[in-house]
């Protein structure tokens, strides 16, 4: 009788306990389905707060009567082997390794390349983005300054830059065929601007290499046919040049992984070419016998090609020109640093007061300008990239205090959803006839079957993994129910394991499956919370680190699987147990019911 009470209070106690951990594990599944939607929405939909109306800077003398600006959409280093009029160009003249900003999308990459702005301040953050750019470009500067522009290429160039060019010719690319057509009407197009020669900026974009890098990956043979085929365009718009009166300028808004795919973080994808020759561009006297690739950056682009066109820096640009690829006087050199620390100290004003802190100083700048005037060129050159490195690093800290002001209402709501969970997991431990260590175990072998699944396949946590955009919802869809899968064969291990131990009560195999999916929310929401501490849950004034944001938004969706589904993994490891106890019984000849202590 003593016996029978004591299981009852047993039983019980650990339904109590169960119950209030299925609470505590339903709502923060709830929440972490919330926090996934808000953590996407503030990616996709950010808009930038640093899209300023600022009074654009003075231009310099010009370095080329015609700049020609060549985008070849999808070409990473993977493809360069397979064009030597690429090749020719930076033997010409000057070759850069360019690093791209993250996320390494088209429509992120193309508003860089032309505006020197990073996503975060553009506000185009992912190829989502459907209206005009909203921050300083060339075609904007070169409008100022009296300059005609054309630009010819996706139907996305109308979309961000359509209400700022002279003219513009736009062709969809959503097919091999239609890129391969549209490359073509490109190239014919560029030889009649050069032809007609009005316009003295010209972008021409070619898709065909990133539709086979979609479609094949960088490594493959179509890739590098593609390549080829691109190059043999760039040669007949080369051979059209005078290069002693235009500069030509080729680059790519981003590479593509061995499989297909960009948008992340991987080598392959955010290094891309971009070689420049002509009038304006630094020239070897003797071409080398082997390109060596300098470092820069995406956002330097558009300062450098403001530099030759002598137009001012975009207004909103975080990049540099490139000097070292730049045929100039020294007073010209001299009068380009000192306007990019300008247009700099402007922006860096608005931007330390737009997030309330200490605006750059930009004193020295005088220094420099009247070094400049006293024909002491080199000396105020030195003074004005000083001060405009100087700014940027200001920039720079100041993002990084923004970002970890965060952690202060952070820090203490991550501590008390952990603390609430440690708590349960303590009571749950105090549960005299548990043994945790086997729902340990089955945590553990949900972790263990979870990134088994996953990795087996080639999965990483990178939007390189998107290799087109309707991909993104099945990937993860597809992840939870990895999740599901995983959580599953773990509790179905914990109802082997009780029946193991030599335990015959039911309720134990319900216990500890559900104790051993409630450990695993536990572990998923410290890594969740050491991302939220640092990152936050709302990206409204930056973009956060995104290859931590796609591992903390698969976090969440486990989180949501496992946590909604913790009373149901308890009864898949109890319907293990009885499964493994009935065939014990058939072996042995008897009924399960008498080797079950109830």
């Known amino acids: 009788m003593l016996r029978t009470r004591a299981m009852k209070a047993l039983v019980k106690r650990r339904g109590i306990m169960l119950g209030i951990c299925g609470m505590l594990t339903v709502l923060l599944g709830a929440l972490s389905c919330q926090l996934a939607r808000m953590g996407l929405e503030g990616v996709v939909g950010y808009r930038s707060p640093y899209a300023f109306d600022i009074q654009p800077g003075a231009g310099t003398e010009r370095l080329t009567r015609r700049l020609v600006l060549v985008i070849i959409d999808g070409l990473g280093?993977?493809?360069?082997?397979?064009?030597?009029?690429?090749?020719?160009?930076?033997?010409?003249?000057?070759?850069?390794?360019?690093?791209?900003?993250?996320?390494?999308?088209?429509?992120?990459?193309?508003?860089?390349?032309?505006?020197?702005?990073?996503?975060?301040?553009?506000?185009?953050?992912?190829?989502?983005?459907?209206?005009?750019?909203?921050?300083?470009?060339?075609?904007?500067?070169?409008?100022?300054?009296?300059?005609?522009?054309?630009?010819?290429?996706?139907?996305?160039?109308?979309?961000?830059?359509?209400?700022?060019?002279?003219?513009?010719?736009?062709?969809?690319?959503?097919?091999?065929?239609?890129?391969?057509?549209?490359?073509?009407?490109?190239?014919?197009?560029?030889?009649?601007?050069?032809?007609?020669?009005?316009?003295?900026?010209?972008?021409?974009?070619?898709?065909?290499?990133?539709?086979?890098?979609?479609?094949?990956?960088?490594?493959s043979p179509a890739y590098r046919s593609h390549a080829a085929q691109a190059d043999a365009r760039l040669s007949k718009i080369l051979s059209a040049l005078d290069l002693t009166s235009t500069a030509i300028v080729v680059t790519s808004d981003h590479g593509h992984t061995a499989r297909g795919g960009h948008g992340g973080w991987e080598k392959e994808v955010i290094l891309v070419p971009f070689v420049a020759a002509g009038a304006g561009i630094v020239a070897p006297e003797e071409p080398p016998e082997r390109i060596e690739w300098m470092s820069a950056r995406h956002v330097d682009v558009a300062p450098t090609c403001a530099a030759l066109l002598g137009i001012s820096v975009p207004a909103h640009s975080q990049g540099v020109v490139l000097f070292d690829a730049l045929d100039a006087p020294e007073h010209v050199i001299s009068e380009r640093a000192i306007r990019q620390a300008q247009a700099r100290a402007a922006f860096g004003a608005l931007y330390c007061s737009a997030i309330r802190t200490k605006p750059p100083a930009a004193g020295r700048l005088y220094d420099a300008m009247l070094l400049h005037n006293d024909g002491e060129y080199g000396k105020a050159a030195e003074i004005a990239l000083q001060t405009d490195a100087e700014i940027l690093d200001t920039m720079a800290r100041a993002r990084q205090r923004l970002v970890s002001s965060r952690r202060l209402v952070n820090a203490p709501a991550s501590a008390l959803v952990l603390g609430i969970l440690a708590l349960g997991a303590v009571l749950l431990g105090n549960v005299k006839a548990a043994d945790m260590k086997i729902p340990a175990l089955g945590a553990a072998s949900y972790f263990?079957?979870?990134?088994?699944?996953?990795?087996?396949?080639?999965?990483?946590?990178?939007?390189?993994?998107?290799?087109?955009?309707s991909d993104v919802i099945p990937f993860f869809l597809e992840r939870m129910v990895d999740s599901g899968i995983s959580g599953a064969i773990s509790a179905a291990f914990v109802g082997w394991l009780v029946y193991?131990?030599?335990?015959?009560?039911?309720?134990?195999?319900?216990?500890?499956?559900?104790?051993?999916?409630?450990?695993?929310?536990?572990?998923?929401?410290?890594?969740?919370?050491?991302?939220?501490?640092?990152?936050?849950?709302?990206?409204?004034?930056?973009?956060?680190?995104?290859?931590?944001?796609?591992?903390?938004?698969?976090?969440?969706?486990?989180?949501?699987?496992?946590?909604?589904?913790?009373?149901?993994?308890?009864?898949?490891?109890?319907?293990?147990?009885?499964?493994?106890?009935?065939?014990?019984?058939?072996?042995?000849?008897?009924?399960?019911?008498?080797?079950?202590?109830?």
Request: proline share 3%; charged share 20%; no cysteine.
């Open 448 to 469: 263990a079957l979870f990134h088994a699944l996953v990795f087996a396949r080639g999965i990483t946590w990178s939007l390189s993994m998107f290799n087109k955009e």
């Open 77 to 219: 280093f993977s493809g360069v082997d397979e064009m030597p009029t690429l090749k020719d160009i930076g033997s010409r003249g000057v070759a850069f390794s360019l690093v791209v900003n993250e996320p390494s999308l088209s429509y992120p990459g193309w508003t860089t390349l032309l505006t020197g702005a990073p996503p975060e301040v553009s506000g185009v953050a992912t190829n989502a983005y459907k209206d005009r750019v909203a921050v300083d470009s060339l075609f904007d500067s070169a409008a100022r300054a009296g300059i005609k522009t054309v630009v010819a290429g996706d139907e996305g160039w109308k979309t961000l830059f359509g209400g700022s060019v002279m003219r513009g010719a736009y062709y969809k690319t959503d097919s091999e065929a239609a890129s391969k057509q549209a490359d073509d009407a490109v190239l014919e197009g560029t030889l009649k601007e050069l032809k007609r020669g009005e316009a003295e900026l010209i972008v021409a974009h070619f898709s065909s290499v990133d539709f086979a890098g979609h479609a094949s990956g960088a490594r």
């Open 500 to 598: 193991q131990s030599g335990v015959k009560r039911p309720a134990d195999a319900f216990f500890a499956g559900a104790a051993g999916a409630y450990l695993t929310v536990l572990v998923l929401a410290v890594q969740v919370s050491g991302f939220v501490v640092v990152q936050g849950v709302r990206f409204i004034w930056y973009i956060p680190d995104l290859h931590k944001a796609f591992k903390y938004y698969v976090d969440l969706l486990q989180i949501t699987v496992i946590g909604l589904s913790l009373l149901l993994l308890g009864v898949l490891a109890m319907g293990a147990f009885w499964t493994f106890l009935h065939l014990e019984a058939s072996r042995r000849g008897t009924p399960a019911k008498q080797r079950v202590k109830m």
